[in-house]
């Protein structure tokens, strides 16, 4: 059973649009991030949260928030889309305090319009 | 902040053949390091995790070498089938984020 899941899993958007990427996880991982992966950029990390109620800016957060409403949920919002945030987007959850590793949701492809 | 390279890109060897994948990483601070697999169109899955020396994975076929004083990381499969073909991706841990190397695209062919 998946752990890791997201909604959507396509996604066209339309430029100036507000675009809402969901991840859900029954790890029960205190940690979320939110990637984006680009041919020839590999992943990038977009925001990330340490629990419900915290998020923090990765190395690329222009453009982008994140809400932490919840242990299991954590949302990326992209308040005005623009074409080059159409990207793959993928979610992970990985344990506080563990070795670091990840796990990863499906993957939302975004086109934005 | 952490950097990681990653080589080569792209790579295509033989069914049976070997095939190795080397990433440098910056930062002396990082301590821990995956391999991650992506199959076309798919997520990623974990393949292989090592904070020591030298970590052997002998039931899927694939040999995983951290040499910390180089800051080097490696992937060799040792005789590669086409199952494998995939991206494959280093990452180093260092205060709880990962730093992905950029990816190799790797083809197994008969």
């Known amino acids: 059973e998946a752990a890791v899941t997201q909604s959507p899993r396509n996604k066209v958007a339309v430029t100036g649009g507000k675009v809402t990427l969901s991840c859900n996880q029954t790890n029960n991982h205190n940690n979320m991030y939110w990637y984006r992966q680009d041919t020839g950029h590999g992943l990038r990390l977009i925001h990330y949260?340490?629990?419900?109620?915290?998020?923090e800016k990765g190395d690329i957060p222009d453009g982008y928030k994140a809400s932490r409403p919840s242990q299991e949920n954590f949302s990326l919002i992209l308040e005005l889309a623009t074409p080059s945030q159409t990207s793959v987007y993928f979610c992970a959850s990985g344990v506080l305090g563990g070795r670091y590793e990840q796990y990863f949701g499906p993957g939302t492809r975004l086109t934005v319009l | 902040g952490e950097q990681v390279e990653q080589r080569p890109p792209h790579l295509s060897v033989r069914e049976g053949d070997s095939a190795v994948i080397t990433c440098t990483y910056t930062d002396p601070n990082s301590y821990y390091f995956f391999w991650y697999k992506q199959e076309p169109g798919a997520s990623l899955q974990l393949l292989m995790k090592v904070f020591s020396s030298t970590e052997i994975n002998e039931g899927q076929g694939f040999t995983v070498l951290l040499n910390k004083k180089d800051k080097r990381l490696s992937l060799n499969l040792t005789a590669a089938h086409p199952g494998d073909s995939a991206a494959y991706f280093c990452?180093?841990?260092?205060?709880?984020?990962?730093?992905f190397g950029h990816g190799t695209i790797l083809r197994v062919h008969p």
């Open positions: 990452a180093a841990a260092n205060t709880g984020k990962l730093t």
């Open positions: 949260s340490y629990g419900a109620g915290s998020t």
